[in-house]
């Protein structure tokens, strides 16, 4: 079985008794990933995934989840089913998708790092801010009133046409 099965298996295995615990360990390894990312911007997070398991003191699965998480937010994403412990990776973050997808996953605990000044200004970050809030917005419709010319261009009522009760 891949690493990235055991990650779904993982992810959809929670329970009422164990998901609190489950992302309690899942958001502390993934905050000590983001905030070694974010202090070596612009370096690329490179290396065996064995070895980056082991530097961040993550459980391999975890990892996984983690590279499922950042794979929408780098240049060339990767298959994940076919990463192993002995991957070498060289992630190229888009970091503008990547603070956009954390607002997108509502990770508070990741977008509101201290580590990002360095990485985005603030008036950038609350432009994708801004970006996602837009992309969330709804537009409805507007459905035709009940004495509105019916749309379907019959000439009538809507309330004698389209609107009519059976």
Same mark, same amino acid.
């Given at each position: 079985?891949?690493?990235?099965?055991?990650?779904?298996?993982?992810?959809?295995?929670?329970?009422?008794? $164990? @998901?609190?615990?489950?992302?309690? /360990?899942?958001?502390?390894?993934?905050?000590? @990933?983001?905030? %070694? @990312?974010?202090?070596?911007?612009?370096?690329?997070?490179?290396?065996?995934?064995?070895?980056?398991?082991?530097?961040? *003191?993550?459980?391999?699965?975890?990892?996984?989840?983690?590279?499922?998480?950042?794979?929408?937010?780098?240049?060339?994403?990767?298959?994940? /089913?076919?990463?192993?412990?002995?991957?070498?990776?060289?992630?190229?973050?888009?970091?503008? $998708?990547?603070?956009?997808?954390?607002?997108?996953?509502?990770?508070?605990?990741?977008?509101?790092?201290? *580590?990002?000044?360095?990485?985005?200004?603030?008036?950038?970050?609350?432009?994708? %801010?801004? *970006? %996602?809030?837009?992309?969330? $917005?709804?537009?409805?419709?507007?459905?035709?009133?009940?004495?509105?010319? &019916?749309? &379907?261009?019959?000439?009538?009522?809507?309330?004698? &046409?389209?609107? /009519?009760?059976?």
């Amino acid at each position: 079985m891949s690493l990235f099965n055991d990650w779904n298996d993982l992810l959809h295995g929670q329970t009422k008794g $164990t @998901i609190d615990a489950f992302w309690e /360990k899942y958001a502390a390894t993934e905050t000590r @990933i983001y905030k %070694y @990312i974010l202090e070596h911007y612009p370096e690329h997070l490179k290396g065996r995934v064995g070895d980056l398991v082991e530097q961040f *003191e993550a459980d391999k699965v975890i990892f996984v989840g983690f590279l499922d998480g950042i794979n929408t937010s780098i240049k060339e994403p990767m298959d994940l /089913k076919k990463v192993t412990l002995d991957t070498e990776l060289d992630l190229d973050i888009d970091y503008e $998708t990547l603070y956009f997808n954390m607002h997108k996953a509502d990770a508070d605990y990741l977008w509101g790092l201290e *580590e990002w000044d360095k990485v985005l200004p603030v008036e950038r970050r609350e432009e994708i %801010y801004n *970006e %996602y809030r837009r992309s969330r $917005t709804v537009h409805v419709e507007k459905k035709p009133g009940r004495n509105d010319p &019916c749309p &379907c261009g019959s000439g009538k009522k809507y309330k004698n &046409c389209c609107g /009519k009760r059976a």
